[in-house]
């Protein structure tokens, strides 16, 4: 071992410890979205959706009448970060802008019956990458790192 608990890389490469990285909480969340989304893409791929689309769709379809700037504040992500996918959405007919009529400076986005459709599948899909991602952990342990992690992103 090496100053600070980080083991030598020895000639034969035999360990290559990460020091304390697996002690920190932003690397693991890290890790753990890389598998996740990993999961994600494999089970939506026949879809063509991807994680921030599908985050997009959902909020869309529970809270439609929204603003670009204002889903992606709810969903966690920067307006411009948002505008692509989006853009792509709206191509595939799965959402549609429209001018506010109590402020016609200010387009809202709405949900279309053919996004309806494709988030009805991309759900029971969802279902089943959560079931993967969060396999080995019983119910209890599911709960406790939803609840966690909501308390996190609540602050």
């Given amino acids: 071992m090496t100053q600070g608990g980080v083991q030598e890389t020895h000639s034969e490469g035999l360990t290559h410890d990460r020091g ?23 089970h939506f791929e026949t879809m063509d959706l991807a994680p921030l689309q599908f985050a997009a769709l959902e909020f869309i379809s529970n809270a439609g009448g929204r603003s670009q700037t204002e889903i992606a504040e709810r969903i966690g992500t920067a307006p411009s970060v948002l505008v692509v996918p989006l853009e792509r959405l709206e191509r595939r007919r799965l959402i549609k802008r429209t001018r506010d009529p109590r402020d016609r400076r200010r387009a809202v986005v709405g949900i279309t019956p053919e996004g309806t459709k494709l988030l009805l599948r991309a759900r029971a899909e969802v279902t089943l990458v959560e079931e993967k991602l969060m396999d ?20």
């Fill in 20 to 42: 304390i990285l697996p002690e920190l909480a932003g690397f693991n969340l890290r890790i753990a979205y890389g598998l996740a989304s990993q999961l994600f893409l494999a």
């Fill in 136 to 155: 080995g952990l019983d119910p209890w342990e599911r709960g406790q790192l939803i609840d966690l992690l909501r308390k996190l992103v609540d602050r």
